[in-house]
């Protein structure tokens, strides 16, 4: 698997997330992502950095286009934020610790083709994601 | 921020988004919408986003929290020109919305609502009779 282009964002405020879905456009055009991959790509990757500024403060995200069979979008969350004590809850539909619609982390798993989520207590969660144009 | 115009037609508020918002926007948007319905008696909320290229979580709740003060003050929510994408997405992601009906443009939203509005003046005029 090829990395074609790569690039890092921070996540510090909200004015970034638009400045993330801009870059996840830019690429997505660059590989000719169909509009509904796009949409639901943008839409993961919004519920993912909201939950960094959210939960962990701040992080950053890294966004490549890969190349193998397929062409894809990759997008790395990462954050060193006070992580998430049980992952297996936090995946479920309707958890959450803040009383809002806990559909962010299921929801994105379900909108892409690949998801990983890895977090540790104190030390801060990864979440990576990506959408092949097949 | 820029506020998000809530415009006044009859007993209708008409609100377009026009881009991706802020999500200060948005519940300075639900705040307004609120006070507007506290105020004055309105029938009906129109909600175009036509122009909204993804609707998240955050967002959906936003449009859900509109739609249920709406109807508590007595007025329907409808939500015009969501995206096919846009409305796929939703599903996928989990976020319903219940309380909230959707047309395909804004002049089909115009258009449920004069029906609406007739259907009654219809029915109050025969219940005089
Ligand atoms: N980056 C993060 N750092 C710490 N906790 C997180 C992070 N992302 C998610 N969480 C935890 O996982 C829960 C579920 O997240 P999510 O599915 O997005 O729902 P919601 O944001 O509506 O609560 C959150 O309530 C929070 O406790
Ligand atoms: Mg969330």
Known sequence: MEVLKSKTLKISEEKDLLNIR????????????????????????????????????????????????????????????????????????????????????????????????????????????????? | MEKIPVLKIGNLLLISIQTDIYDSQGLQLQDDIANLLQRHSFRGVILDISSLSIVDSFMGKIINNIASISLVMGAETVVSGMQPAVAITL????????????TLSLEKAIQFFNEKFNRETDQDGSSQE
């Open chain 1, 22 to 134: 801009g870059l996840i456009r830019e690429y997505a055009g660059e590989i000719g992502l169909p509009e509904i991959y796009k949409v639901k790509l943008l839409t993961a990757t919004s519920e993912i950095a909201r939950n960094v500024l959210k939960y962990a403060v701040s992080g950053r995200m890294t966004i490549r286009i890969l190349s193998d069979i397929y062409k894809g979008i990759e997008v790395i969350c990462e954050d060193n934020g006070k992580g998430i004590a049980d992952v297996d809850s936090a995946m479920k539909k309707g958890f959450s610790t803040s009383g809002s619609l806990g559909l962010g982390l299921p929801g994105a798993k379900s909108l892409v083709h690949v998801f990983h989520i890895d977090s540790k207590l104190s030390v801060g969660t990864r979440v990576r994601l990506i959408v092949w144009r097949k």
């Open chain 2, 91 to 102: 599903v996928e992601l989990g976020l319903e919305m219940p309380n909230v009906k959707t």
